[in-house]
């Protein structure tokens, strides 16, 4: 069975977008873009709610991400992408398929395939839904060296403690500092 993991990019303070939702705060340079790419060789299937979805969507197919990023571009825009929401009519970006309910059961479905792993990057909503279906394996959390203040908090709707055992950690050049964490089920 694949694992499933979710990344996040979080400020110290434990948001993982700002007001309105700004991610400008971001630290990323040329170790976190290798670092991107290599995660992403690991993966098969990207999975997504619809924000932050379209989101990528508008991104990664640009001429601006294929020049500035042209490896992680490659890859993000071939992967397999599972999209979950209510409000989109059609998934156009490439390899991506819309699904408007029964998230735990094509979770599941997923896993059961042969291939990498699958990543949930970003989507914070889909990930408490993930979380409370113990569908997810890991947790990455990428601390970025900044206190925002206000945003909204990561993990925001859990409403009893989740037990994360940590498996490895790694420091950036950058001061981000990835943790990641093994969930207990």
């Avoid at 970003?122 to 925002?148: F, H, W, Y």
């Avoid at 945003?151 to 420091?171: A, M």
Wanted: proline fraction near 3%.
């Amino acid at each position: 069975m694949r694992k499933m993991f979710l990344f996040m990019m979080v400020s110290l303070d434990g948001f993982f977008e700002g007001i309105d939702h700004d991610l400008s705060w971001h630290n990323v340079d040329a170790e976190f873009n290798d670092f991107a790419d290599k995660q992403l060789d690991e993966t098969s299937t990207l999975v997504f709610g619809s924000r932050t979805y379209k989101m990528m969507a508008d991104f990664w197919p640009s001429d601006i991400a294929i020049k500035t990023a042209p490896n992680t571009a490659t890859r993000m825009n071939s992967l397999h992408k599972i999209v979950f929401s209510r409000t989109l009519k059609k998934a156009e970006w490439n390899n991506s398929e819309l699904h408007n309910d029964n998230t735990a059961a094509v979770i599941r479905n997923a896993k059961k395939k042969p291939g990498n792993d699958i990543a949930v990057l970003g989507s914070s909503n889909l990930c408490l839904s993930l979380i409370k279906e113990s569908l997810l394996d890991e947790i990455r959390i990428m601390v970025n060296p900044v206190v925002l203040g206000h945003g909204t908090p990561l993990f925001s709707g859990i409403n009893k403690p989740l037990k994360l055992e940590l498996n490895s950690k790694r420091s950036f050049k950058s001061g981000n500092v990835l943790l990641t964490y093994k969930l207990y089920k």
